[in-house]
């Protein structure tokens, strides 16, 4: 796709792809706002390449061309940002200030999820950019739930259909999580979606469950749920389906939270690993 110097290379066969051309050093224009729109709708996650010093009132420029900047997705005690720092930032980081963690999800592995999924309303999508990354590890993976859901077995499209999942907050901090029934008990924001929802945009069928914060499938005992649950995600985090960025510094990333799913891979702890997060307000999942 290519339109009044703006250019669109996808990234891989399953989603994403880069947006090239984009001027952030002014507002963007109604020209490309509508290009972008266009780009995310196909192509689900998009990126823009050393998209210069992006200051936080740019980024959230660019996020509003999607929807309303979102409210803070996390509860308040679970956030480090520095006095000072945009209302609705968040940053993903694990650099200290004063001794201090100034960021959220700072280190580690984060197994595939969905922002927000365990809210009536999950974000629309997230953007994130990366002010400092290491030279290796921390990269983001992406898995498109379109095709998950339009190559699912007959069986397990059967078994899904007309059902829905909980998602809980919590229950597995952001690592690889026990699906124990104390972590259950321990979560405190939790909520049903239904498995196969549509996208409002594309009218196209996404299989919105996620390893990290989907805890049950409503209606089966627990055996058959968690059986039913764990092929689910086997099936949509096959390679096939992944895009993995793999970050550098200025990157502009934004990807359909309703859509895909995202999960980390691990890095040295003892690197700078510093993005900034905005979310764009999502709606009821049907
Ligand atoms: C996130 O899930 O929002 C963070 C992803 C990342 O750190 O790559």
Redesign the pocket.
Known sequence: MASGGLHVTPLGDALGAEVCGLDFSKPLTSHERDFLRRAWTDHLVIVARGAQELSADAQIDFCKTFGEIGGRARPVEARHEPAGAPADVMY?SNKRVGGRIIGS?PDGE?EF?I?QSYTERPARG?S?YAIEVPDEG???MFGNLYLAYESLPDDLRRAVEGRGALNVYGHGGYGIQSRSANDMGAATRKHVHPIVCTHPDSGRKTLFVNRLMTASVEGLPPDESDDLLFRLFDHQEQEAFRYTHKWRQSDLLLWDNRCTV?A?TDFDPSKT?H?R?FSIQGHVMN
């Open positions: 993903v999800i984060m999820h922002d997230t994130l921390g990269d983001t995202h980390r690993r993005l997060r």
